[in-house]
């Protein structure tokens, strides 16, 4: 996108109505926020989870016979590596709205 699209758009928003043109790029400043916060929100809990479910692999080839108590706590690992995800998005929405 070129910028003097994004000038041209900022300039016509101003001109209509300076307060209402000030209240839409707060608006659009805490809908990016919180874009991005949920982004980077995801990152550590996507790491997380992939390297849970890759130590299950190892472990489960190492130790067939332990299959089954390996999953189980492969699966309470995951729900609280997932639980992050959640607290960052309730976290997200609670900074949109309130900020």
């Not at 070129?2 to 790029?25: F, K």
């Not at 949920?38 to 992939?50: C, K, Q, R, S």
């Amino acid at each position: 996108m070129d910028l003097s699209v994004i000038n041209e758009v900022t300039t016509l928003a101003q001109a209509a109505d300076p307060a209402t043109a000030q209240e839409y790029g707060r608006k659009a400043g805490k809908a990016i926020a919180l874009g991005i916060g949920a982004g980077l929100g995801t990152i550590g809990p996507g790491v997380g989870v992939g390297f849970i479910f890759g130590k299950v692999i190892e472990s489960v080839t190492r130790q067939p016979e332990m299959r089954d108590e390996i999953t189980s706590i492969q699966w309470l690992g995951f729900a609280l590596t997932e639980a992050i995800v959640f607290y960052a998005f309730i976290f997200g929405l609670i900074a949109f709205f309130l900020g």
